[in-house]
């Protein structure tokens, strides 16, 4: 009974498989194919990879991780010239699963030599509107990170304390974790973000949000802007409250990037999870040859639930085994 | 008991909160792209019946309340309980009005219900998915109104109003999902 509806979304995956290939083809993107299995990750706070246990040649046993994402292999390519490209990878992010997310996921993922995050948005929002005909005839908008808090719940992410936020949530019947008062002020924003605002951004046209705060910055490059705030810049593109693109003016200092690393392992094991080894291979790269660029990952299947009105993850993936 | 972490979280699981117990009724994974992970519950009481929504981060854990399930037979009500006998051991426990809540208006005399034990303690009870019951009163249909969807309010033998298709007659016997409160099918003709 499973079988038939199954096989009509695997046919509309097809179709938007083509469509997003033929937008690449159509501006020069080279599709490339990168390893799954990595010894070093891209660290990040509060995305956990899958490890498993390979046996190499001699028989030697070594700890790999199936990979986050496939950001680390494709930078190295473009330090080694690759120009522009693109890729659809899969990713495992461990204990991720839920109506929008997934253990295993279909990452959309492009990166743009000389482009700058405010160029990427622009061909992100062309191929959304390639992709999704309901968006096509749409000008996205664009709110800074602090614009959004502002308008949705009255709150200047740069002047706020853990005692505003928790007013806040109270006001707004979102419900606080335990250990609120003892968390970061980073994390609170986001409970607020997912809890409350996200389920209205992007509804009643796309939206990109931008200029995040530093502490978010991740793998993007920060500035300092007009008020003084040191922020990140990185976007990323809500529609129909569905987070479904992150992107970043891409970071090309393997110092700070190490840096970066080392301080999302030190929340890691002050949350008591491990450290994780770092991607050397990448902060090599960083310091050889690689370009001034843009990148963006994109949730493909958030883009089919999109374009086929779906509202869990499990109906536009095949045959998923949770 | 056990605690459990956010990804032991799953509808059905019982979990003490504040010193009560609590049933999850819903749950969502909520979690921005680089953020920190949300697990948002909705939570009933198992005393008062009150829904309550909560939310955990990963690493967060919470203690399992004690909870056990016995099938019994309702006996009968008097003015202040609800008597109910283990059919096997012929014990008999009793709730109050409160502690039945809601399920009041689906209980007949003798049926099976399961009540709830909180540390052997019996604090409420759910009636079965399904109940029969008989209509004791329903305004007659109106003839060529049998039909559409169109429906009409009827009053069961325990004293419970929910609304009916037009052809069902008073003394007609009806099955009533409890979960709801809605009509599911008609069982016999008067």
Known sequence: ?322 | MASYGTSDFRKGLKVLLDNEPYLIIDLDFMKPGKGQAVYRIKVKNLINGRVLDKSYRSGDSVEGADIEERTMQFLYKDAAHFHFMDGESFEQVELTSDQVGDAAKWLIDEMMCEVVCWNGTPITCDPPNHVVLKVTYTEPGAKGNSTGNVQKPATVSTGAELMVPTFINQDDMVRIDTRTGEYVERVSKS
Not at chain 1, 210 to 233: F, I, M
Not at chain 1, 247 to 269: K, M, S, T, W
Request: charged residues 25%; proline residues 6%; hydrophobic residues 40%.
């Open chain 1, 1 to 322: 009974m499973h079988g038939a509806p199954q096989i009509v979304m695997m046919r509309q995956r097809a179709k938007l498989l083509a469509r997003a290939r033929e937008f690449f083809a159509a501006r020069g993107v080279l599709e490339v194919d990168t390893p799954l299995l990595g010894k070093g990750l891209v660290v990040e706070s509060h995305i956990d990879p899958i490890a498993c246990q390979v046996t190499v040649g001699d028989g030697r046993t070594e700890q790999r991780h199936l990979l986050t994402s496939p950001e680390g292999p494709m930078k190295r390519l473009l330090a080694d010239g690759s120009g522009p490209i693109y890729q659809f990878a899969h990713a495992f992010r461990d204990g991720e699963v839920g109506k929008r997310h997934s253990l295993e996921f279909t990452m959309l993922e492009w990166y743009r030599p000389d482009h700058d995050h405010h160029a990427l948005m622009d061909e992100v929002e062309a191929f959304a509107q390639a992709m999704v005909p309901r968006v096509a005839g749409v000008a996205f908008e664009r709110l800074t990170f602090q614009q959004v808090f502002q308008d949705s719940v009255g709150v200047d992410p740069f002047a706020t304390s853990l005692a505003e936020l928790r007013t806040t949530c109270e006001r707004l019947a979102v419900p606080v974790p335990p250990g609120f008062d003892e968390g970061s002020l980073h994390d609170a924003l986001d409970l607020l973000l997912v809890a409350h605002i996200e389920p209205s951004l992007g509804t009643s046209r796309p939206l990109f949000m931008h200029e995040y705060p530093a502490s978010q910055a991740a793998l993007a490059r920060v500035h300092a802007s007009a008020e003084g705030h040191q922020v990140a810049e990185r976007f990323e593109l809500y529609i129909d409250g569905v987070e479904l693109a992150n992107g970043y003016h891409e970071l090309a200092d393997p110092i700070e990037q190490r840096q970066r690393f080392d301080h999302a392992n030190r929340v890691r094991v002050a949350d008591s999870r491990s450290a994780l080894p770092i991607d050397e291979p990448l902060i090599a790269a960083l310091g050889s040859g690689f370009p001034a660029c843009a990148g963006v990952a994109l949730g493909f299947d958030r883009l089919l639930m999109i374009a086929t009105g779906s509202k869990c993850i499990d109906d536009v993936r095949s045959a998923t085994t949770q």
